[in-house]
């Protein structure tokens, strides 16, 4: 069904609420829910509202954190999320990134001891909506097998980057599976399979019935391997927090605080280039990708995230498309 995205970033904001987080972070978690959503990312969208109430009633998600800075340099920084709302930790984090880089070039921010923190790409546009470039990565459970092994270590390991173009920026938010495991839920909810080549059953074996994914399959095999243990590396052992298998579990124990790392990087691209020319050939950059010809039998060729833009068209036209399962619950006095 569709629903827009006022009435959707409410529902999800009285859960959160309800649940015992304050009016203002339950705003700033929905409002990076609902950008998922309206990107048409649904696996980081409102769907996982349910979890977020259950962890933060069952005291996984510290309501009430006493978040704090250090300053460990003028372009470095540790910022101690108090496994507080990961998408608060995380946007304030990413402004202290942005503060570093505009006064000194580069602004490295570590977040440290957070909960999950919702679609990355939320924070690098934060940045590239304020003149910077941005990359952002973080760690997450194990749920997927190391190239050729049997048995999970790492986690997706997400990375986004986002850089300011004419008028727009480019935007580009990735796991390094072939499928996040958000994608994996949202076909459980939606009652239907999934391709064969994203995820492994118990036996190692390949499935293509949700319920039955027991690990994900790294992207490109030995490639999205290697980004998932590079991205492990500089946000959980560089930060001195659990890495590898060793990362907990998002959905086990939901009374304890995940600790997770996420690091952000800003770069002032005035210090490089002129700032108006970097932009012009950003936006020349997307025209010349969009205007490539296509192969056989495709269409047209997208630069990267121009998909997402063209479903946020759609959806800030006709309303936000949200599975009947997933309203139910905003709507439910649950």
């Known amino acids: 069904m569709r629903v827009q995205e006022a009435v959707l970033h409410d529902l999800a904001r009285r859960k959160l609420v309800a649940a015992g987080l304050s009016e203002e972070h339950a705003g700033v978690v929905a409002d990076v829910l609902v950008f998922a959503d309206a990107y048409g990312v649904h ?23 006493q978040f704090s800075l250090e300053q460990t340099g003028p372009c470095t920084a540790t910022f101690h999320g108090d496994n ?6 995380a946007g304030l984090a990413m402004d202290e990134a942005v503060r570093m880089a505009r006064e000194n070039g580069v602004g490295v921010v570590g977040v440290s001891r957070m909960s999950h923190s919702g679609a990355l790409s939320y924070f690098t546009r934060r940045a590239a909506e304020q003149d910077m470039v941005a990359v952002s990565v973080c760690q997450s459970d194990p749920m997927v097998v190391p190239y050729g092994g049997a048995e999970p270590y790492y986690g997706t390991n997400p990375l986004a980057f986002a850089a300011p173009g004419e008028g727009d920026v480019l935007s580009f938010d990735m796991a390094t599976t ?46 999205g391997y290697g980004l998932a243990m590079m991205i492990d590396v500089v946000s959980g052992v560089l930060l001195g927090l659990p890495f590898g298998k060793r990362v907990s579990s998002m959905y086990e124990d939901l009374q304890a605080g995940r600790d997770l790392g996420q690091l952000h990087v800003v770069v002032d691209p005035s210090r490089f280039t002129d700032l108006e020319t970097f932009k012009k050939n950003i936006g020349v950059t997307m025209r010349d990708l969009a205007g490539a010809q296509p192969a056989p039998g495709v269409d047209r060729v997208l630069y990267p995230g121009q998909d997402r833009k063209l479903v946020h068209e759609e959806y800030r036209r006709d309303g936000i498309e949200i599975a009947d399962d997933v309203y139910d619950y905003l709507v439910s006095d649950a």
């Open 43 to 65: 696996s980081h969208g409102v769907m996982r509202t349910e979890y977020y109430a259950g962890r933060i009633a069952q005291g996984g998600i510290n309501a009430s954190p």
């Open 84 to 89: 507080g709302a990961g998408h608060v930790a």
């Open 178 to 223: 072939v499928k996040a495991w958000g994608q994996i839920l949202q076909a459980r909810t939606e009652h239907r399979d999934i391709p064969e080549g994203w995820a492994v059953a118990e036996d190692g074996g390949p499935t293509t019935d949700p319920h039955e994914v027991a690990a994900l399959l790294p992207s490109a095999g030995a490639k």
